[in-house]
């Protein structure tokens, strides 16, 4: 709890870009932002508010481990005054593409997830080290992305800065409460029922947060595929713990949760599939899934009412 709370206050002594930017916004008066994921579209539009315009490269059911940019992207990334991308290698067959944009003159790219303090981080490899990027699942560490981006946008356009702080105070008071109502009701759960399974292996940071134990099928990155081995531990570990549900995620192909199912049954254990979790991706825009507390709120219930 205490590293969790240290969070933003180590946030505040990381040097967010290394260059100063012109004052002077884009030709429309508005800050031209691109994000990639539709999670850092909408913490950089809820802190930039009438000052920005923002576009996410990848929308609804979008894998962003696998998505390659499109001559549209690119035509979008060289016309952006500011390019936020989660980092940690989620966007993996991106960075190239953000490699090459960090050579132009005048253009702010930023990992918004990569100033979290590696304490914080959940190692996935240490060798290298590489870390776990998906921590949107986290409300608390991901709250720190909202500073994240006001310090970067206060830094490069000064005279909007008062307003992004209020936003980023904003934000913060509101994602503290959706943290508390997350952990009241994951608590909800019988504790030996409170087993997540699901597609790929997104949900640690969540895990961690709110004492839920996770399993995926897949590894952190869907470049990774599931193997009959992977299958068969997942339905030996279901069937040995009588788990009653398991999960399928929007941004994921169903075929191996539906092969864990079969596998299931052929064992005489009937496990129902507990819903569609947004896991990398949001909803359609417009909708409350669309929005990052309403994906969480979304998950939290449909998590909650199969396990429950």
Not at 21 to 40: C, D, F, P, Q, W
Request: net charge negative.
């Amino acid at each position: 709890m205490n590293l969790r709370i240290s969070i933003f206050a180590c946030l505040i002594l990381l040097t967010t870009i290394s260059c100063q930017r012109n004052s002077t916004e884009s030709a429309e008066g508005l800050i031209k932002i691109v994000a990639t994921t539709g999670m850092v579209a909408d913490a950089a539009q809820a802190i930039g508010g009438e000052y920005v315009v923002v576009e996410s490269l990848m929308g609804p059911g979008v894998d962003p481990h696998l998505y390659k940019a499109t001559h549209g992207d690119l035509k979008l990334l060289r016309n952006a005054d500011v390019i936020l991308y989660n980092g940690l290698h989620l966007e993996g067959k991106m960075a190239e593409v953000f490699e090459k944009m960090a050579q132009l003159p005048d253009k702010v790219i930023h990992p918004v997830a990569e100033f979290i303090p590696k304490a914080a981080l959940k190692v996935v490899d240490p060798n290298g080290p590489t870390y776990d990027p998906h921590i949107w699942f986290d409300v608390v560490l991901w709250a720190a992305v909202y500073k994240e981006i006001g310090d970067l946008l206060s830094h490069s356009y000064p005279e909007h800065a008062d307003y992004f702080k209020a936003n980023v105070e904003g934000k913060q008071a509101e994602l503290t409460v959706l943290d508390g109502w997350v952990q009241q009701e994951i608590n909800s759960i019988p504790e030996a029922q409170r087993i997540l399974i699901t597609a790929h292996d997104a949900f640690e940071y969540f895990g961690a947060a709110y004492g839920i134990q996770v399993k995926g099928l897949q590894g952190i990155s869907t470049l990774s595929e599931a193997g009959l081995r992977d299958v068969k531990e997942l339905v030996d570990l279901i069937v040995d713990q009588q788990i009653k549900a398991v999960f399928v995620e929007s941004s994921v192909p169903v075929r191996d949760i539906n092969a864990v199912v079969k596998g299931c049954k052929e064992k005489g254990h009937e496990v129902a599939i507990g819903g569609t979790l947004f896991s990398d991706a949001m909803g359609e825009a417009g909708t409350e899934e669309g929005t990052y507390e309403g994906m969480v709120k979304s998950n939290v219930n449909t998590i909650v009412n199969a396990l429950r």
